[in-house]
């Protein structure tokens, strides 16, 4: 059973430290440091570490998987309660945001009460939670339920990613991070397909009750197979630093969010703006000056990490994008079902189940610089080629580029997450583990409020354009034609004009995708090149 050890009680011999040579009277055992626990004996074999790790991979799935699985079912939910467009996009930011609040003291709570006893609890109220939101009666309180669910939600990643660096050697951490990241990137392309299903046959309701059966197995599984880890009981929590953070991001956040609506120059957009820049910059001067930082900034002093989370926001952003817009477009433009539309983006999701465990393995050969580059070159072509879509684009050529792109996805994602991992020392594993996580959440849920915003806008201009093109005489005609076949006609122009003003503005939107994601690829020539260094093995206890 999975059992936590405390570093500051621990003597100078430690029970789960190597026992192969007892100390002489003339050679002391070194005491460890108060901060970082002994190195154990590597495993034995790939065996040692799989189980653990697929135990990590299912608690991944389960708290990822909710952020895409919701999006074929707002527009079900929406009609349920009665709300606006607007509102309904909170369902879905509003889990990013408070989870990427919670993420920095994530790495805190692992340390000061071990990773494997964090990692269960978050799995329990991660299935409470989601029960909630089952029951959820109204907009107010889906919204409500989505937050508190994203609390263990933000957890649950910090805690798992920090545990795979302690459990699998640094040789295998390539092949490692491709099965994990079947949690990290397979759960959101397979969401839409699983959603889709439960929302048209079913219940929506029961794409927040199935996480309930998971998260049972998955927590008698973590205290039966995940091991023990150090504790540090001494650990404070940098409060104002959390507290920085926090109002920092959603600042910027719901500026993003409302700012189309009160106008980008209006005094509550550019307080809010104002505002989370400050407390954005307020953090890095808390966390540089106390003795205990929520984040150990050191993390940032290495470039191939720092570089890792700019590839990671470029591929987030974009990501998490596509997958919001298009099952929008497909059922409200082209009137597919909820399971029609996740059975055309399941293709996506198996190629990226092939392609990710092959990344992971073609990493540890030859390292993340070549896969990383192919890859984010693949998704720069094919976002690009997405923009030249149309109203009535065919559904087999759709297919065909989003499973070229998930390809790519697949390809590049876990090379450029193991390069930057890898880099740390073993010590700012954790806080690596949370800032990389950090850094998903908050450039996928801000990224995606920017990209609401520029649709929002390039919505709005392209009707405006497009209105002073209509033969108003042509209008008037139809409405003077009279009875319900003109009012008919007048719908008829009024949803031809709604549907091509989408288009044109998700095209535009892609447009912008891509050319980021090309910038993407001279920092992917930065990354490692050849075999990872020769590592002693996990830093944990078995």
Same mark, same amino acid.
């Given at each position: ?39 154990? @004996? ?13 135990? #990590? ?28 467009? @607007? ?9 990013? =945001? ?27 109220? !991660? ?13 107010? $309180? ?49 969401? *839409? ?17 199935? +996480? ?16 023990? !880890? ?11 630093? !959390? ?5 920092? #991001? ?5 500026? #993003? ?20 820049? =400050? ?27 720092? +570089?890792?989370? =700019? ?35 399941? *293709? ?5 189940? !092939? ?75 954790? +806080?690596?583990?949370?800032? +990389? ?10 990224? =995606? ?31 003077? $034609? ?39 690829? *001279? ?20």
């Amino acid at each position: 059973m999975s059992t936590d050890t405390d570093l500051d009680a621990r003597p100078a011999t430690v029970d789960d430290a190597p026992r192969a040579e007892a100390p002489t009277a003339t050679t002391p055992a070194p005491a460890p440091a108060p901060a970082q626990p002994a190195p154990a @004996d590597p495993p034995s074999g790939t065996s040692s570490w799989i189980v653990p790790l697929l135990v #990590l991979v299912a608690g991944m799935f389960m708290s990822v998987l909710d952020i895409s699985i919701v999006n074929v079912a707002i527009t079900t939910m929406q009609n349920d309660f009665g709300a606006t467009t @607007d509102e309904m996009q909170w369902v879905s930011t509003a889990y990013s =945001l408070a989870e990427g609040v919670v993420v920095p003291a994530s790495a805190w709570l692992g340390i000061r009460y071990g990773l494997g006893r964090v990692y269960t609890i978050a799995m329990i109220f !991660f299935a409470i939670f989601s029960t909630l939101c089952g029951f959820a009666w109204d907009i107010n $309180s889906i919204i409500a339920f989505r937050i508190l669910q994203a609390i263990p939600g933000g957890v649950i990643p910090v805690v798992a990613l920090a545990a795979l660096y302690k459990i699998v050697p640094k040789g295998k951490l390539g092949a490692a991070m491709g099965i994990y990241g079947l949690g990290i990137i397979f759960a959101p392309a397979i969401g *839409p397909t699983l959603g889709g299903y439960l929302v048209e046959y079913v219940n929506w309701r029961l794409i927040f009750f199935i +996480n309930v059966p998971i998260g049972v197995v998955g927590v008698l599984a973590a205290i039966f197979f995940l091991p023990s !880890f150090p504790t540090l009981h001494g650990k404070k929590l940098d409060v104002p630093g !959390f507290a920085a953070v926090a109002v920092g #991001l959603f600042s910027l956040l719901l500026a #993003l969010h409302e700012g189309p609506k009160w106008g980008w120059t209006s005094y509550p957009t550019l307080i809010l703006l104002t505002v989370g820049v =400050l407390a954005l910059a307020l953090f890095v001067v808390i966390e540089l000056e106390v003795d205990e930082p929520l984040l150990d900034l050191r993390v940032f002093t290495h470039w191939p990490f720092t +570089n890792s989370l =700019l590839l990671i926001s470029i591929i987030s952003m974009g990501l998490f994008g596509v997958l919001f817009y298009i099952p929008v477009f497909l059922q409200q433009y082209q009137g597919l079902g909820a399971f029609e539309t996740g059975l055309l983006l399941l *293709p996506q999701a198996l190629v990226m189940a !092939f392609v990710m465990p092959a990344a992971g393995f073609i990493c540890d050969k030859i390292g993340a610089r070549v896969p990383a580059a192919i890859g984010l070159a693949i998704v720069a072509y094919t976002t690009w080629e997405l923009a030249g879509m149309t109203i009535d684009v065919s559904h087999g050529h759709l297919e065909l580029l989003l499973a070229a792109r998930a390809a790519g996805i697949g390809l590049a994602m876990m090379p450029i997450m193991t390069g930057g991992l890898g880099s740390l020392p073993s010590f700012l594993s954790e +806080n690596g583990s949370a800032v +990389n996580t950090l850094v998903q959440r908050a450039s996928s849920a801000i990224g =995606l409020a920017a990209m609401t915003a520029m649709m929002t806008i390039q919505q709005a201009q392209a009707s405006a354009d497009r209105s002073g093109l209509v033969d108003s005489s042509s209008m008037s005609s139809a409405g003077a $034609s009279g009875g319900s076949g003109g009012m008919m006609e007048q719908y008829q122009m009024y949803s031809q004009l709604q549907s091509q003003v989408f288009v044109t503005a998700m095209n535009d939107l892609l447009y912008v995708t891509a050319v980021l994601t090309a910038l993407g690829v *001279p920092l992917a020539l930065m990354l490692r090149h050849g075999k990872p260094a020769p590592s002693d093995g996990p830093t944990m206890a078995h």
